[in-house]
């Protein structure tokens, strides 16, 4: 099977720091990789798209500069929260398109990290 | 514009009853991929089934069934004699490719099977 790990878990942090988060496929190359939030209770909201090599595309309302997505090789990519405040606190999830596939293929989602902002 | 509606917020139902999950979609594609993901309290996605839009199959895999209607821009979940590990939250999702470009969720569906 496909597997995505997302590092950390869960993660908490004083307002005004920066947190990373990794999202890694593990047993395939993902040459495009997503970011997703989720507030509690909530639906998830697709944030950018990261594309190994170039830079990411985000959707409309989503600031790059507070959330800097980095796709430097074929299996990893990190999202960075910049200057992180409470109103960052959320569920954030990835997910690993396969490389080389196209129309049987699907995307595979990470376990998630949970960030808490204080 | 795209859209996915879940208009169920909550279902609660008492294991070995029959539950549906509505999913109601909007696209101008013609070609566009439905899926639905279940959220266990861990908060892993699991995914469970892709559809293409030329694919109005109904499917069934063991105790779930999906009902695609494009008449009716549905695509409806079933569980059939509910257990309580299927308690979650369901959603339902909309994609113009299958790889997930552009993926949009629906709200979801939690999921309270009782004992």
């Known amino acids: 099977g496909a597997v995505v790990s997302q590092h950390p878990s869960r993660v908490i942090c004083k307002s005004g720091t920066s947190v990373k988060i990794e999202c890694r496929s593990l047993?395939?190359?993902?040459?495009?990789m997503f970011w997703y939030r989720q507030f509690p209770k909530q639906s998830l909201m697709l944030m950018a798209t990261?594309?190994?090599?170039?830079?990411?595309?985000?959707e409309q309302g989503v600031e790059k500069d507070k959330f800097l997505i980095n796709h430097a090789s074929l299996t990893l990519s990190t999202l960075t929260v910049t200057s992180a405040h409470p109103e960052d606190s959320s569920f954030y999830i990835c997910?690993?398109?396969?490389?080389?596939?196209?129309?049987?293929?699907?995307?595979?989602f990470g376990p998630g990290t949970r960030l808490t902002v204080l | 514009a795209q859209k996915v509606t879940q208009a169920q917020t909550e279902i609660s139902v008492v294991e070995k009853e029959d539950v549906t999950l509505d999913c109601v979609y909007e696209?101008?594609?013609?070609?566009?991929?439905l899926f639905w993901y279940k959220q266990p309290p861990s908060g892993e996605l699991v995914f469970l089934i892709r559809?293409?839009?030329?694919?109005?199959q109904n499917e069934i895999s063991g105790r779930y069934s999906w009902n695609f209607q494009k008449s009716t821009s549905s695509f409806n979940f079933t569980i059939t004699a509910s257990q309580v590990v299927d308690s979650a939250v369901y959603f339902c999702?909309?994609?113009?490719?299958?790889?997930?470009?552009?993926?949009?969720f629906g709200a979801g569906t939690r999921l309270f099977v009782k004992a």
């Open positions: 997910s690993a398109r396969r490389a080389g596939r196209t129309s049987t293929d699907t995307q595979y």
């Open positions: 047993d395939f190359q993902a040459t495009t």
């Open positions: 990261s594309n190994e090599g170039s830079k990411a595309t985000y």
């Open positions: 696209t101008r594609d013609t070609t566009y991929y």
């Open positions: 559809r293409n839009s030329f694919d109005e």
């Open positions: 999702a909309l994609s113009e490719d299958p790889g997930g470009f552009k993926t949009i």
